[in-house]
């Protein structure tokens, strides 16, 4: 019975030992939920190691410090500030070709004189040009006049002096008043052809500045034996006054008048 009683004690014991042992299914849920204590340390590790390991670009230097390092005289000086670029405005261009009437042309020269800052100093220049040579030519025609007086007083104190009967009876004076009348008339085409060309050439600086009625289009100057124009047009289209080649010339004279009252000395 002694024997019999403890192989029931050591059974009871063995019942109760096994009864307080968790389930299988609980023990297997405690060992999915069990975190593992070397899982995050290593993985720590590896991010450590990648991160100091990553090839992390060099920082550039700027041009300054190069420059710096280069020339020790750079040490201390800011880089120079940079602008961004600025984008010119170009002027308009004033359309003085179309111009045929006289208002538009005063108020034509009135713009381009203020936006062109070199516009009055180009028509003083023409002006004391002009000056220049009329009085040049002028003094020119003069001193020949004096030359053919003192050519012919010479001539005549030397036929005076050679007065002997029968050396000149037959000879004509070289001093003779058509003569000196044809050295006139040559030394006035000479001066007749230097002032077409200086006409010409301000005529062209005037049309390069665009000043009115020294630009216009061919086709708006009409000869003087047209006619009135005939101004009947489409009314879709913007009609132009026409003018003769006389009207253009007094429009021209007129304008250089203009220009003499404003800007001569």
């Known amino acids: ?25 609980d023990a297997s849920n405690q060992t999915q939920h069990q975190p593992d204590s070397t899982q995050p340390q290593t993985v ?11 090839p992390y670009p060099k920082p550039q230097r700027s041009f300054n410090e190069r420059d710096q390092q280069r020339d020790p005289r750079l040490s201390g000086r ?89 050396i000149l009876s037959n000879t004509a004076p070289l001093r003779t008043p058509e003569r000196e009348k044809e050295e006139l008339s040559q030394y006035d085409q000479k001066v ?22 020294f630009c216009i289009r061919p086709d708006l100057v009409l000869s003087d034996d047209a006619g009135v124009p005939d101004e009947k047009a489409d009314a879709t289209q913007e009609t132009v006054k026409k003018i003769t080649k006389k009207e253009l010339l007094e429009l021209q004279r007129k304008m250089l008048n203009h220009l003499m009252e404003m800007y001569g000395d």
Not at 131 to 147: C, H, P, S
């Open 1 to 25: 019975m002694a024997g019999a009683d403890g192989q029931n004690l050591d059974l009871a014991q063995i019942l109760a030992t096994l009864a307080s042992l968790p389930k299988p299914e």
């Open 78 to 166: 800011t880089a120079p500030p940079t602008h961004p670029p600025q984008h010119r405005t170009s002027t308009p261009t004033i359309e003085s070709a179309t111009i045929t009437e006289w208002k538009h042309g005063l108020r034509c020269i009135n713009k381009i004189a203020a936006q062109n800052p070199n516009f009055v100093g180009l028509v003083q220049k023409l002006m004391k040009d002009q000056e220049r040579n009329v009085k040049d030519w002028g003094a020119g025609r003069e001193r020949l006049i004096k030359e053919q007086k003192l050519k012919r007083e010479g001539e005549k104190t030397h036929r005076a002096a050679l007065s002997l009967p029968g």
């Open 44 to 54: 720590q590790q590896q991010q450590q190691y990648t991160l100091n390991n990553l």
């Open 192 to 213: 007749y052809r230097a002032c077409r060309a200086m006409v010409d050439s301000q005529f062209a600086k005037l049309k390069n500045l665009g000043v009115p009625f």
